[in-house]
């Protein structure tokens, strides 16, 4: 699943782009950890203890244990590796009090905290540990004491908090252990807080026991989740990029769309979505896919924020698809209490009409560019490539088809899909080896002294080897979701303790005055400043808690019933955009590295392309249907739109409502739109996706009205085509005839 969640602070990775670092650099800082050991026994540990953590996780999907025990060595692997893997401040920049210390110590430089690690970070890391053992240690005795807390489990509790928050300043930058830490404080300073948000106080033992000791704190359902699902898809995803499936579903891509105007681009936004069925991370999709199409893009004539625009879009929407979603389809699911298959039911339609029509906003930016497609010689046989690596499918068909036919667990289908994906790359080095040896045999460059016992266990050796670095590769990508499960399970056990949710909907209530619409835009944007610094997974998991339950009771208060799933994936949403969102995203600063581009420019060129995104929640929110949602029982069940006409419907005067949006932001459709054909597709956009508005007021039904949004788009359509013919012919350019032309039509 590649990386589910960004995993770097800010100012590290603004830094390195300042300092104009490669990819490569951006990589290693912000996916995998900034620090690499020169000292072997260090990088030994390390790699080890990824290791027992990926064999821990594999061991428990098929034996499972106590699920408050799981969740203790999930964590304890997760925190240990946080400060052996993580420095404490960035090294390009070190704070005062290092610059102070290598005045007195000579020869002391805080730069090279990379390559060792200090003594303090040994014990954090040991402490750490111990304390989110502790729960495994003494569970019996916890069990007879729950709720009346001994000072040990105080002082370990307190330890594990104030650890916890270091881990996620280290990891994920100061957002979200800033946040965490403002939510703790709120248990204490209650008392002395404006009315609307003041409460009685918590005492500081109540506080350990129900952060430290329960299930509703930090060992609540979003570490529950991470410990029981996410590993698995994350580590099925690292063994997937390490067999070569990440590189295949480029190619591909590639060779199917490169021919096409804008070729490059549109294999960028294939890529990303492809990836983003296993990957949930935008920075990662980034990364991996715009090393290679972003410096093809500005060869076919993108300008460079464009270029880097356009991957970001393409990689931002990639927690979007699923089955994954960023492991936020796994935590949905168990928070609103729907099975898994219902969620990713719901989230389907969305993804692809998002998709497409990046796709679409992609060919506009190529007409108005006036870019050519690239030549067919320099362009791999489609049929080829996809014949080539067509076995990385098999993993993927195998997790859908527990998933989807079987209706199994998640965690089954993760299982499965990862023990094929194990024979694959046990075998495929082998395989093309042996085959490898057939044709040089039959093309008669066979070396005579080729040893082929060696050659073919070199083979099988580079396959094991494989699966070494994708095991470790999967724990390293899990450290942040585990430190970012575990620290949004502190906002969540405050929230839970303290009924903050209740003074949170008098609050928004009050802000915004009843009104929905403006309810709806203070929750976006309170995602969206929220997400700027925190991974996705753990965003949602915050906004999820505060104001998904927000949105539906406000709603039912105003008459409008809201389903809990669109609350929930409204907020998703909004999560997500935050990555490409200056003056902070971190998906657009990785994008801006690669291409040379200006930062700040290219996250707000990627945020105009994601305004077909930001729209879409706002249209699911009132129009359910393209969640597939027909209505709601008397007790709130959900009844599922299951007609498959209807659901065809959907979808196609869906994709004519977002192409008349992007059309409309864009400014062009064939030709360059003028102000009012602006403003007619706009209104396109509105009476296809929200008919309701007119229905009132027109005695025509939602499909008339729909069908009638659809046809004003065809016919602009068409006429603008007409209009370029004319103007393509010879005496087009003849300006009496021209205006005589115009006027005609």
């Excluded at 991996?288 to 460079?304: E, R, S, V």
Aim: contains cysteine; positive net charge; charged residues 15%.
């Amino acid at each position: 699943m590649g990386r589910p969640d960004q995993s770097a602070n800010n100012n590290g990775t603004e830094k390195l782009i300042e300092a104009g670092k490669l990819p490569d650099d951006i990589v290693t800082v912000v996916e995998a950890g900034p620090r690499t050991p020169k000292n072997r026994s260090a990088y030994a540990v390390i790699i080890l203890l990824c290791l027992l953590w990926s064999g821990y996780q594999i061991y428990i999907a098929y034996h499972p244990i106590n699920s408050h025990i799981a969740r203790a060595w999930h964590l304890g692997f997760a925190i240990c590796l946080a400060f052996l893997a993580y420095p404490a401040y960035n090294q390009l920049k070190p704070p005062f009090w290092v610059r102070w210390i290598g005045k007195i110590l000579p020869g002391y430089s805080g730069k090279q905290i990379r390559s060792y690690i200090p003594l303090y970070d040994i014990v954090f890391a040991v402490l750490a540990t111990a304390s989110a053992l502790y729960i495994w240690w003494d569970y019996e005795n916890l069990i007879f004491r729950q709720g009346m807390p001994s000072t040990m489990d105080i002082v370990m509790g307190t330890f594990l908090i104030v650890l916890l928050l270091e881990a996620a300043r280290r990891c994920l930058g100061p957002a979200l252990a800033v946040l965490a830490a403002l939510f703790l404080l709120y248990n204490f300073a209650g008392p002395h807080l404006p009315e609307i948000l003041r409460h009685r106080g918590i005492p500081l033992d109540f506080v350990i026991s129900d952060m430290y000791l329960s299930t509703t704190g930090i060992f609540g359902v979003p570490l529950g989740v991470a410990t029981d699902f996410v590993f698995l898809f994350v580590l099925f995803g690292a063994l997937l990029d390490k067999a070569g499936g990440g590189k295949y579903f480029i190619d591909v891509a590639f060779s199917a769309l490169g021919g096409y105007r804008g070729g490059p681009a549109k294999a960028a936004v294939a890529a990303s979505g492809l990836t983003g069925l296993v990957s949930g991370s935008s920075i990662a999709n980034t990364v991996t896919t715009g090393t290679f199409t972003i410096p093809l893009m500005k060869k076919l004539g993108f300008p460079a924020y464009k270029a880097a625009a356009v991957e970001v879009a393409a990689s931002t929407n990639g927690q979007l698809m699923p089955p994954i979603m960023g492991a936020a389809a796994f935590i949905m699911a168990e928070i609103i209490g729907l099975p898994y298959l219902d969620v990713v039911r719901a989230a389907l339609l969305p993804a692809l009409l998002s998709y497409l029509t990046l796709f679409y906003v992609v060919h506009l930016e190529a007409l108005k560019l006036d870019l050519k497609a690239m030549p067919k010689k320099d362009l791999p046989k489609f049929l080829k490539t996809l014949l080539r690596g067509c076995h990385f499918i098999i993993p993927l068909m195998v997790l859908l088809w527990y998933l989807v036919v079987f209706r199994r667990s998640p965690v089954t289908a993760a299982l499965m899909a990862i023990e094929s994906l194990l024979v694959i790359m046990f075998l495929q080095r082998p395989i093309i080896a042996f085959l490898s040896l057939g044709v040089r045999k039959k093309a008669g460059t066979l070396d005579p002294d080729l040893n082929l016992k060696q050659f073919l266990g070199h083979a099988f050796f580079s396959g094991l080897q494989d699966i070494w670095d994708g095991l470790i590769a999967g724990a390293k990508n899990m450290i942040s979701v585990g430190i970012a499960t575990a620290t949004a399970g502190i906002i969540v056990g405050v929230v839970t303790i303290t009924g903050l949710v209740g003074r949170f909907i008098t609050l928004i209530d009050v802000i915004s005055m009843g009104n929905i619409v403006l309810m709806l835009i203070f929750t976006a944007t309170t995602c969206l400043i929220l997400g700027m610094g925190m991974p996705t997974t753990a965003n949602y998991i915050v906004m999820a808690t505060l104001t998904a339950p927000v949105i539906v009771q406000l709603g039912a208060d105003a008459g409008l019933v809201f389903p809990i799933i669109a609350a929930h994936l409204f907020v998703f949403y909004f999560g997500i955009l935050a990555d490409d969102t200056p003056p902070v995203g971190l998906a657009a600063y990785a994008g801006a590295a690669i291409a040379g581009s200006d930062p700040i420019k290219t996250g707000i060129q990627g945020f105009t392309y994601d305004m077909r995104t930001a729209v879409l929640p706002f249209i699911f929110i009132f129009n359910t249907e393209i969640l597939m949602i027909s209505g709601l029982t008397e007790t709130g069940q959900i009844i599922w739109l299951d007609s498959i006409p209807k659901i065809t419907w959907v979808f196609f005067a869906g994709l004519i409502a977002m192409f008349a949006f992007a059309s409309a932001i864009q400014g062009y459709l064939v030709r360059h739109c003028h102000w009012y054909e602006r403003l007619i597709l706009l209104a396109v956009f509105i009476i296809t996706f929200r008919p309701g508005i007119l229905e009132t007021h027109m005695p025509l039904g939602r499909e008339t009205l729909q069908i009638i949004g659809v046809l004003i788009y065809l016919g602009l359509f068409g006429l603008q085509i007409r209009q370029a013919r004319i103007k393509a012919k010879p005496e087009g350019n003849n300006p009496d005839k021209l205006k005589k032309r115009r006027e005609t039509v």
